[in-house]
């Protein structure tokens, strides 16, 4: 199992104990396919401080200080990691990040999406296809902070079945928005450089887009 250890000998106690505490037999049962979990554009959670000032939902969105000092004490306290789920083929082309206001708070992996390609209608004399292509065999769960600037991120991810999950890799930073894209710049003791990810924000929805095909979709801890 894989495991980025944070910072010194504190983190590495710190992370082992992390890891020890996500073993199979502890996690939780997945997250089943086709129960709120998977319901796009949920939104559950209150509100919180507003890190961005773009206005309205679907503009680019820019933190307001984006020189926020960075607090080491982040390198030692991860968050708690989310429920296990698996991720969802669909066909059709793939949204694209639109940016928006990035809300503070702990946001947990809820939904995931593969875009597969293809035609989203049906045939003959169907009505309202549903799109898509059913779970793809890809296991996560994943948690970010995100505050004053600073970001927290546990994850962890597998193939098969949830059971399959690795151990939780951990980093944490500083970041910002730049139009449509979120940059997390990692900033403990044996980690370095940038993760850029294009975001979507929308109310209590964070949806950051992995790569061309693959998002996903976290939603804001009431």
């Known amino acids: 199992m894989k495991l980025l250890v944070p910072t010194g000998v504190l983190g590495f106690a710190f992370a082992f104990a992390l890891a020890a505490g996500c073993s199979n037999s502890d996690r939780p049962a997945p997250a089943e396919i086709g129960s709120g979990n998977n319901t796009p554009g949920k939104t559950t959670g209150t509100t919180g401080e507003t890190l961005a000032d773009s206005g309205s939902s679907g503009s680019s969105g820019t933190v307001t200080d984006p020189d926020a000092p960075f607090d080491p004490a982040a390198c030692t306290d991860p968050p708690e990691l989310g429920n296990p789920l698996q991720e969802l083929g669909e066909k059709g082309a793939a949204p694209t990040p639109s940016g928006g206001e990035i809300t503070a708070g702990t946001?947990?992996?809820?939904?995931?999406?593969?875009?597969?390609?293809?035609?989203?209608?049906?045939?003959?004399?169907?009505?309202?296809?549903?799109?898509?292509?059913?779970?793809?065999?890809?296991?996560?769960?994943?948690?970010?902070v995100l505050k004053g600037g600073n970001f927290s991120f546990l994850e962890a991810e597998g193939e098969g079945s949830a059971n399959n999950i690795g151990a939780p890799v951990y980093s944490a930073g500083t970041y910002v928005a730049q139009g449509t894209n979120i940059v997390l710049t990692k900033r403990c003791e044996g980690q370095s450089g940038?993760?850029?990810?294009?975001?979507?924000?929308?109310?209590?929805?964070?949806?950051?887009?992995?790569?061309?095909?693959?998002?996903?979709v976290y939603h804001r801890k009431p």
């Open 194 to 216: 940038a993760v850029t990810y294009g975001y979507f924000a929308s109310g209590l929805a964070l949806t950051l887009f992995r790569d061309a095909s693959r998002r996903e």
């Open 107 to 144: 946001y947990i992996l809820d939904e995931m999406y593969k875009s597969v390609g293809g035609d989203t209608s049906g045939g003959p004399g169907e009505q309202n296809p549903t799109p898509g292509t059913g779970p793809t065999g890809h296991f996560a769960q994943k948690t970010i």
